[in-house]
């Protein structure tokens, strides 16, 4: 993809973590950046911190909120004309039992992972297919969207939806040669901030109750696991762009993964009958 040299980029959760790094990643490139974030002070530094010659605008927004996402998509697009490239980012973390995972922590969980998404595409995919030339659409799963492992039920669920998702949009816009393209963003654990998500959390989706003793065990192994990443936020980032310029339909950060997967993808084509043979 040649914009990646001069395009445009639209980054959610741009203010830290893989989002930042993303930014950071792409100014190198030379594009134009809209950065979103729902913690706007941490965002406007963020996007003082790029150097001066890449032209940045900074747009704060609630990507659980359609009309926010909407309002995001009217700035960029009045700003810059074009979007080549929309990163599908923002997300948060949670480690509980799935019998203690409350309403509020469903409704928050998948409202920014899942319904980011959603209201991404809702407002962006019509606009770049409009613009005419090539474009992509980057949404970060996980590689807990190909896994099912303990105490991570609310975000597994998410990115499993977020991986059919976007494998769904993909066949679909090539069924019609749309100029759109998918790919999905499928890290395991690196260093960020998604294990302090309870900061951004609304008030209106707090969870009664403190953390039970398995569940806090939970959420410190998950905080040992994002800490001890070998690869860095700018390492996937640049992976992913390396990806999208490709035109890769998937990008697996992390290259250990693929025996978990196997493990779980076994258990199902064991547990699958085989055809009858004829």
Not at 6 to 19: C, D, E, K, P, R
Not at 83 to 102: I, M, R, S, Y
Not at 164 to 190: D, M, N, Q, Y
């Amino acid at each position: 993809m040649d914009a990646l040299e001069n395009g445009v980029a639209v980054i959610t959760g741009a203010a830290g973590g893989l989002g930042r790094a993303l930014a950071r990643q792409c100014a190198a490139r030379g594009m134009r950046l809209v950065l979103s974030d729902l913690d706007g002070p941490a965002l406007a530094e963020a996007a003082e911190a790029l150097p001066a010659p890449v032209d940045r605008l900074a747009a704060p927004a609630d990507v659980s909120r359609a009309e926010e996402v909407e309002a995001l998509a009217e700035r960029a697009y009045r700003r810059f004309g074009r979007v080549d490239l929309l990163f599908n980012n923002a997300g948060v973390g949670l480690a509980k039992p799935v019998a203690e995972t409350t309403s509020n922590d469903w409704r928050w969980v998948l409202g920014v992972n899942l319904w980011g998404v959603i209201h991404g595409i809702a407002a962006f995919l019509h606009r770049m297919e409009a613009q005419g030339g090539e474009s992509r659409i980057v949404n970060t799963a996980s590689a807990a969207g190909f896994l099912s492992e303990p105490f991570m039920g609310a975000y597994s669920v998410s990115k499993h939806a977020v991986v059919v998702l976007s494998e769904t949009l993909r066949k679909e816009l090539a069924a019609r040669s749309s100029p759109v393209g998918v790919t999905i963003l499928c890290p395991a654990f690196f260093p960020t901030g998604i294990t302090d998500s309870e900061r951004v959390r609304p008030p209106e989706l707090a969870s009664p109750g403190g953390l039970s003793a398995e569940a806090a065990a939970a959420q410190a192994r998950l905080e040992k696991a994002v800490r001890s990443g070998r690869l860095g936020a700018d390492d996937v980032a640049r992976l992913a762009l390396e990806a999208a310029a490709a035109r890769e339909p998937y990008v697996f950060t992390h290259r250990r993964i693929r025996l978990a997967i196997e493990e779980r993808m076994r258990e199902v084509l064991e547990a699958c009958p085989l055809p009858p043979q004829r």
